[in-house]
C-alpha cells in the first residue's frame, strides 16, 4: 500500500506528529483532530495538529484559532475521506502537507526565524513590510511578539472572556487586559 500525503491549504505553521481524530468529539492532546468549520464555534482544543474540512481562512472563527497556535490546515472534504482514525500522520502547517510519518526525512520541519521586533521584513517579490497583529488574549499576544510583529492594532474583548457560561464581571476584564497590556510591553517605546 502506499503512504499517504496530501497537499492541503497551509494556515497555522508548525510540524506535529499523531493519530488522526475525527469530530470535535474526538480531540484529543496527542492527535491530530479533523473537524468541519461549523464546529469551530465550540472549538477550544486541545490538540497536536487541527485539520478544518471546506475551513473559510478569513472567518473570525478560523481567525481566532489561530491565537491557539496549533499547526492547522485546510482540506476538502474528499481529501478527508481518505483519512482513517487512529492512523499515526504528520502535519504540517507551514506546507499544507497530511503526510505518512514514513516520508518525515522528504518534509522536514522547516527552521523559519522570526524578525527582530520593529524590524521591517522583506516579502518575496522585494517589498518592505512591517508585521502588525489582531489578537484575542494573553497567549495571542505573546505569539505576536515571538513572530516579530512591531504593533497590536486590535486586542478582541469579546474573547478575553473565562470559559463559563456565565459574561464575567468587570474586574475580570480589567485584570485581563492589564495582564494583555504587561505582556505587549515590549511594542511601548
Known amino acids: 500500500m502506499t503512504a499517504l500525503t ?23 492532546r496527542d492527535g491530530i483532530s479533523i473537524i468541519e468549520q461549523h464546529e469551530l464555534a465550540s472549538f477550544n482544543g486541545p490538540c497536536e495538529g487541527l485539520t478544518v474540512i471546506n475551513g ?22 474528499n481529501q478527508a475521506a481518505q483519512l482513517s482514525v487512529d492512523t499515526e500522520m504528520v502535519l504540517d502547517g507551514q506546507r499544507g502537507l497530511l503526510f505518512d510519518p514514513e516520508w518525515l526525512e522528504q ?56 470559559q463559563s457560561n456565565t459574561v464575567p464581571g468587570l474586574e475580570f476584564f480589567l485584570n485581563e487586559l492589564g495582564a494583555c497590556c504587561g505582556k505587549a510591553e515590549p511594542l511601548c517605546h
Do not use: W
Open 107 to 162: 518534509h522536514p520541519p522547516l527552521d523559519i526565524k522570526a524578525p527582530a521586533l520593529f524590524s521591517p521584513i522583506e516579502t518575496s517579490d522585494g517589498e518592505r513590510i512591517m508585521m502588525r497583529a489582531s489578537v484575542s488574549n494573553r497567549a495571542g499576544v505573546m505569539r505576536s511578539l515571538s513572530c516579530g510583529t512591531s504593533a497590536i492594532g486590535l486586542l478582541r474583548m469579546e474573547y478575553l472572556g473565562s
Open 56 to 77: 473559510l481562512p478569513f472567518s473570525h472563527t478560523l481567525i481566532r484559532v489561530q491565537a491557539l497556535a496549533i499547526p492547522t490546515i485546510i482540506l476538502s472534504e
Open 6 to 28: 496530501l497537499q492541503a491549504q497551509p494556515y497555522t505553521p508548525g510540524q506535529v506528529k499523531g493519530p488522526i481524530r475525527i469530530g470535535i468529539e474526538n480531540a484529543t
